[in-house]
């Protein structure tokens, strides 16, 4: 089994930052080939995927935070993270990691941080 843990949620003004972290450990020995994922959940909402990294590193955002959402992995580290700048109150919610493996398929889920950013 893999766990995932995220961090670095919080109450922010409009305009802040904010970086969140999804920490791998458990039954793996590095993230390097697993796509990880972070979805953001708005209040009454579905799960959308906000961004993307591959295992070689290629990254995906979604048109919603493009240009203000970066997102970036460090494998020695087995961590992933969402860079957020120039948050909106739209972008408050959860925000859930996710880690697949390509090797296997098989798929990992956090608990979630909460971000919440204020008008």
């Known amino acids: 089994q893999v766990q995932l843990v995220e961090s670095g949620g919080g109450l922010v003004q409009a305009g802040g930052s904010l970086r969140l972290s999804c920490a791998a450990s458990?039954?793996?020995?590095?993230?390097?080939?697993?796509?990880m994922k972070w979805y953001h959940q708005a209040p009454g909402k579905q799960r959308e995927l906000v961004a993307a990294?591959?295992?070689?590193?290629?990254?995906n955002v979604a048109d919603s935070v493009k240009g203000r959402f970066t997102i970036s992995r460090d494998n020695a580290k087995n961590t992933v993270y969402l860079q957020m700048n120039s948050l909106r109150p739209e972008d408050t919610g959860l925000y859930y990691c996710?880690?697949?493996?390509?090797?296997?398929?098989?798929?990992?889920w956090g608990q979630g941080t909460q971000v919440t950013v204020s008008s």
């Open positions: 458990g039954s793996i020995s590095s993230i390097k080939t697993m796509t």
């Open positions: 990294i591959s295992s070689g590193g290629t990254t």
């Open positions: 996710n880690a697949r493996s390509i090797l296997t398929q098989d798929y990992y």
